[in-house]
């Protein structure tokens, strides 16, 4: 059964950075798209960022482009999310998703993804 587990939410004031980090338990991580999505109160879940397996892609959801950057370790079974000038709408939990197979493009959409993390908050008020 693979696990990730997400970790470095925070409660931040508008403008802040955090880094959200997300480990898989096995090895399989290695040749899997994986992929960040974020759910706010009362909203559907929603792609963030998806990272092919060796890095060579990235994908953002538009309105997020040049404020979040998506990265991997695969020595670390780590996928990162870097997040920089935070705004109250960011305010979700943050998930992370690996597929159950590999894939030639890694999908933005919640449908493609088999296996979830637990999720990290991430809340932005002054």
């Known amino acids: 059964q693979v696990q990730l587990v997400e970790t470095g939410g925070d409660s931040v004031q508008p403008g802040g950075s955090l880094t959200l980090s997300c480990t898989a338990s096995?090895?399989?991580?290695?040749?899997?798209?994986m992929g960040w999505f974020r759910q706010a109160p009362g909203k559907e879940r929603e792609g963030v960022a998806t990272?092919?397996?060796?890095?060579?892609?990235?994908a953002y959801a538009d309105s997020l482009k040049g404020r979040f950057t998506i990265s991997r370790d695969n020595a670390k079974k780590t996928v990162y999310l870097q997040v920089n000038s935070l705004k109250p709408e960011d305010t979700a939990m943050y998930y992370c998703?690996?597929?159950?197979?590999?894939?030639?493009?890694?999908?933005?959409?919640?449908?493609?993804?088999?296996?979830w993390g637990q999720g990290t908050q991430v809340t932005v008020s002054s």
């Open positions: 990272i092919s397996p060796n890095s060579g892609i990235r």
């Open positions: 096995e090895s399989k991580y290695n040749t899997r798209c």
């Open positions: 998703a690996m597929p159950g197979a590999p894939m030639i493009n890694c999908p933005m959409r919640v449908s493609g993804y088999n296996y």
